[in-house]
Nanobody, 116 residues
Framework: QVHIVESGGGLVQAGGSLRLSCTTP????????VGWYRQFAGKQRELVAA???????NYADSVKGRFIISRDNYKEPVYLQMNSLKPEDTAVYYC??????????WGQGTQVTVFS
């Protein structure tokens, strides 16, 4: 069983920034495409950003231009730099492989709360 560890969340004022980090004990994410997801209270998880093994990135329209997903080459950790945060970004953030690969067991996630 792989334990995903997300960190870096917190409480931030609107317009501020946070940097999330994601890793696994055995570097399971290395050599795989990885996504950052978020889950609003009472809603399903949604993919907000993804990065391929080679570094290509994709973003949900809601975060495009504000969030940046990155990694060193194809390794871990996988980061999510979140800028110009809005109250509607408030959610629990998770990372995992992509659906096409098959998810690992979800980690605890990291809470991001943005206040105005």
């Amino acid at each position: 069983q792989v334990h995903i560890v997300e960190s870096g969340g917190g409480l931030v004022q609107a317009g501020g920034s946070l940097r999330l980090s994601c890793t696994t004990p055995g570097s399971t994410f290395s050599n795989n495409a990885v996504g950052w997801y978020r889950q609003f209270a009472g809603k399903q998880r949604e993919l907000v950003a993804a990065i391929s093994r080679g570094g290509s990135t994709n973003y949900a329209d809601s975060v495009k231009g504000r969030f940046i997903i990155s990694r060193d080459n194809y390794k871990e950790p996988v980061y999510l730099q979140m800028n110009s945060l809005k109250p509607e970004d408030t959610a629990v953030y998770y990372c995992n492989l992509l659906a096409s690969t098959g998810y690992l067991d979800w980690g605890q996630g990291t809470q991001v709360t943005v206040f105005s």
